[in-house]
């Protein structure tokens, strides 16, 4: 009777164990492609390597990570102009967290990618948030829009943070969602 108990626990205690080495050779294979993709990007370029964000400290795997898009309201875009350049902001820091912060990107992965569209109502506030986000060490990218439809050539149009959530709402808590 032992014996077959033991064979009938055998495939569940060999699936979970299975289960859980593939889980870990994703999770391995994740920071493996960030890191592989930083250094071949950084191999192909000719100027400077700049260095890594300080975001890398705050990074914990117990901390909840978020991305805030910060919308000027005062441009009055319609809902397509402001989504496409809420995408170019999110694609945006994406790029510059790939390169600079793989651990912070990874971690914002993890968390399921959270997204919130705030609204803000002048380019100087959008600037003022900025230097705080920076004097938090928050990575931010501002979009830059060329101006060949809604708006004005070079006007900033979202800026995007990322961040553990206590430390982006204290940028970005105060203000209301799009």
Not at 6 to 11: A, H, K, M, R, V
Not at 13 to 28: C, D, K, M, N, T
């Amino acid at each position: 009777m032992m014996d077959l108990m033991w064979i009938t626990w055998l495939p569940l205690v060999l699936g979970a164990a299975i289960g859980y080495y593939i889980s870990f050779l994703r999770e391995s294979r994740r920071v493996f492609v960030a890191s592989k993709s930083v250094a071949d990007s950084t191999a192909n370029k000719k100027s400077k390597t700049k260095e890594p964000l300080e975001i890398e400290k705050l990074t914990d795997f117990r901390r909840k990570f978020k991305m805030v898009l910060v919308v000027r309201n005062d441009l009055k875009m319609g809902k397509g102009k402001i989504a496409a350049q809420c995408s170019h902001a999110t694609l945006g820091l994406y790029k510059k967290l790939l390169r600079r912060a793989p651990k912070a990107l990874n971690r914002w992965e993890n968390c399921a990618q959270p997204k919130v569209v705030v609204k803000i109502e002048s380019e100087e506030e959008m600037l003022v948030l900025q230097g705080k986000a920076k004097s938090l060490k928050l990575p931010t990218h501002i979009t830059i829009d060329a101006g060949k439809t809604q708006i004005a050539p070079d006007s900033r149009t979202v800026m995007a943070i990322l961040g553990p959530v206590d430390v982006v709402d204290d940028v970005t808590g105060g203000l209301k969602l799009m």
